[in-house]
């Protein structure tokens, strides 16, 4: 290694540590102090650590939201992220493998999800005339629906690189079209089906459409709880920095567990399209 690689190797690593260690130290100091000290929001260590105590205290906010939250964020993520892989990777074997006058008409469609933005309002009409709105099946649709163009754009990728051989041979072998798309291709798709845990992280770290098509308590997400510790002439910046580190901790721990496999995916179909 020469010492130009070296010192471009040491930059990268200081960079990374300022864009992503140190704020979360400033998160984690932040949240170990007491109500006084925090309100500084200075980068110093607590004169007293309430580390604990603060864990408490968010925990057991509004008879305990938090724990409420966690259970409705994990299973509108869970939900919508096997919905995701089911539907995603249906539709991008179909546009690859089964070529018809429709495809054109479906890609279109697909890649019109990816540039139009989402209108708001005449969504929440739909919700409301579905008897969807303010509900955590309707919350679902909506992260299936926002994500699944971005979804069918990387299993029609991937599906790409699969032989068509493997196919033949399963028709060969006297397999129905189902039966050839979830024993033969889809065990085959595990490298950028374990990719679509991005759309989960951000499925689970969602503000703004819980916020607008998901009011009420009993619908709260995690990313909404954060209100509980601000108000119009006071926050919490204690309590308001240990309940961001509780929220952030298990995307952080799904991301490390599987980056290897998240980038394999994203570029496992890159090559041929």
Known sequence: MSRRQLYTGIAALLASGVIFVLPFLFIFV???KTKQDAASLTFSLPREWHLWQNFMEVVQTRNYMLLLAYFNSTVITVVAVTLLVLFGAMVGYVLQRRPSRWNTVIYGAVLAGLMIPPAVVPTIWVLQSLGLFKTISGMILIQVA??????VLLFRSFIATIPRDLDEAAIIDGARPLQIFFRVVLPLLKPVTVTVIVQSIAIFNDFTNPLYYLPGRENVTVQLTLYNFQGQFQTQFNLLF??????????LIVFVFFNRQIVAGMTAGAVKG
């Open 146 to 151: 926002y994500g699944l163009a971005f979804t």
């Open 30 to 32: 932040t949240a170990s």
């Open 242 to 251: 240990m309940n961001i580190l509780l929220v952030t901790i298990p995307p």
